[in-house]
C-alpha cells in the first residue's frame, strides 16, 4: 500500500497550491479519503474528507471556501485545492485513507506527508 503525496512547497500569502495524493495498493474507489495537517508543536487535524460515493466534508472553519477537496477514481487520486493560503496553513499535510472491512474493522494507511510553507 501506498499512499504518495505531492505538490507542497514554499508560496506567499494569498497565493494557491494544489496537493495530490496517488494511491496503489488497496481498492481505491471503496476508501474515504482525507487530508490532515500538522503544524509545528500541533496535533495533527483534519483538513477536509472525501467519501467513497463523492460526499465530502471540510472541517475547519478556517479552512471552508479556501480548500477544495476531490478524487479521481480512475486516476486513484484524491486533490486538495488550496486558496488564499496565509501563513498559519503552514504545516505538513498528509493524505489519509479509511474504510472499515468484512469484519467491521476499520483499515486506514497514511502517506509520508509533504511540507506546505506560507511565507512572504
Known amino acids: 500500500v501506498l499512499l504518495v503525496e505531492s505538490g507542497g512547497g514554499l508560496v506567499q500569502p494569498g497565493g494557491s497550491l494544489r496537493l495530490s495524493c496517488a494511491a496503489s495498493g488497496f481498492t481505491f474507489r471503496n476508501y474515504d479519503m482525507s487530508w490532515y495537517r500538522q503544524a509545528p508543536g500541533k496535533e495533527r487535524e483534519l483538513v477536509a474528507l472525501i467519501t467513497s460515493a463523492g460526499g465530502i466534508s471540510n472541517y475547519a472553519d478556517s479552512m471552508k471556501g479556501r480548500f477544495t477537496i476531490s478524487r479521481d477514481n480512475a486516476k486513484r487520486t484524491v486533490y486538495l485545492q488550496m486558496n488564499s493560503l496565509k501563513p498559519d496553513d503552514t504545516a505538513v499535510y498528509y493524505c489519509?485513507?479509511?474504510?472499515?472491512?468484512?469484519?467491521?474493522?476499520?483499515?486506514?494507511?497514511w502517506g509520508q506527508g509533504t511540507q506546505v510553507t506560507v511565507s512572504s
Open positions: 489519509n485513507a479509511r474504510a472499515i472491512d468484512a469484519f467491521n474493522r476499520a483499515v486506514e494507511y
